[in-house]
């Protein structure tokens, strides 16, 4: 679920990475009554495809947005009884299993970030090249939006949220802008937002790196969904989801997202036996295997295709041993 496309556009949906995720994922899914669970559901193509290419398996579909879960529905309905959709945030992985009756599953998918869907109504307030409400919310049903963060948190808050989630080295400037505005009246429009941020930008650095409202929306749309937050949780708890021999793949855009996954994937798949100990104690391999080094970036060619493909972090990992 990667950014928008060049200057905030929107692009035409098309899965990220889409054929090594189900090359990475359907080995562990081929034998009958094998379940992936895709904990980021969006559009379904991910989920059409791993269906389409592990014909034993069931599919059990999370996403926060009840209407990725409608049009995926309607996508996903060939496939019968095959499919199981859940209005869930992925971290709440380990309830709707335990819901299902499922004690661990072969394969978990994430596709982090905000959706295609979510990018493409305009009215959602992702994005800053197209004026709507100040949302950004991707569960429109509950939960505080962006106006409220902008309206309501103060100037230093406000500028912890976009330096840390922004990676905005004007996040005092910006702030500070945005607290004389609400002052002069709320701010309820992603264009006054970002008109707010260009100005408050100094004119040289808003000639290169894209949009400068880029950093500060995603800043704001990370804050309001508490994305970070939630997959530190989600990470550890789809790892304890795999049965043994079971994988799961990470597609990250971002470089808070990825420390966030790395850190987790790497942890549970280092040796911690002394390297001069002459035997591997029971129990002491690593719970994890990791599928690919390091992460993998989309080629060359999949970016000309797909421009959404460009900042994508895959990780992938198949569970060796159970916990001890």
């Known amino acids: 679920m990667p950014p928008d496309g060049p200057g905030g556009a929107p692009a035409a949906h098309v899965p990220v990475l889409l054929e090594r995720c189900v090359a990475l994922l359907a ?31 069931r599919l059990v579909g999370l996403d926060r947005d009840p209407e990725a879960l ?9 496939f019968g009884e095959r499919v199981s959709l859940v209005h869930a945030v992925y971290d709440e992985l380990p309830r709707v299993l335990a819901e299902l009756g499922l004690t661990c599953v072969q394969g978990v998918l994430f596709d982090l970030g905000v959706s295609s869907l979510q990018l493409d109504e305009a009215d959602r307030g992702f994005a800053y090249a197209q004026d709507a409400p100040l949302d950004m919310r991707m ?5 505080r939006t962006a106006a409220d963060v902008v309206n309501t948190y103060d100037g230093r808050a406000l500028a912890r949220v976009l330096k840390e989630y922004g990676e905005e080295r004007f996040a005092g400037r910006i702030a500070d802008a945005i607290v004389r505005e609400r002052a002069r009246q709320p701010l309820t429009s992603t264009a006054r937002l970002a008109e707010l941020v260009r100005d408050a930008i100094p004119a040289a650095t808003r000639r290169t790196g894209g949009h400068p409202a880029k ?4 800043a704001l749309r990370i ?48 040796s911690t036996v002394p390297v001069d100990l002459p035997f591997v104690p ?43």
Request: net charge positive; hydrophobic share 45%; glycine share 8%.
């Open 27 to 57: 080995p562990a899914l081929a034998a009958p009554g094998a379940v992936v669970v895709d904990c980021t559901l969006g559009m379904g193509g991910h989920a059409e495809a791993l269906l389409a290419a592990a014909p034993y398996a």
């Open 70 to 78: 409608r049009r995926s529905a309607r996508r996903l309905a060939p």
């Open 215 to 218: 950093r500060t929306f995603q």
């Open 282 to 324: 029971e129990g002491a391999t690593p719970e994890l295997r990791l599928l690919v080094q390091g992460a993998e970036k989309a080629s060359a060619q999949e970016v000309a295709d797909n421009p959404r493909a460009a900042s994508v972090r895959l990780r992938a990992a198949e569970r060796a041993r159970s916990a001890a």
């Open 223 to 270: 804050e309001v969904n508490d994305e970070l937050g939630v997959l530190r949780s989600a990470i550890p708890a789809a790892v304890e989801s795999l049965c043994v021999g079971g994988r799961l793949v990470v597609l990250s855009y971002q470089s808070l997202e990825d420390k966030i996954v790395k850190s987790a994937l790497v942890s549970r798949s280092a």
């Open 139 to 143: 569960d429109p049903t509950r939960g």
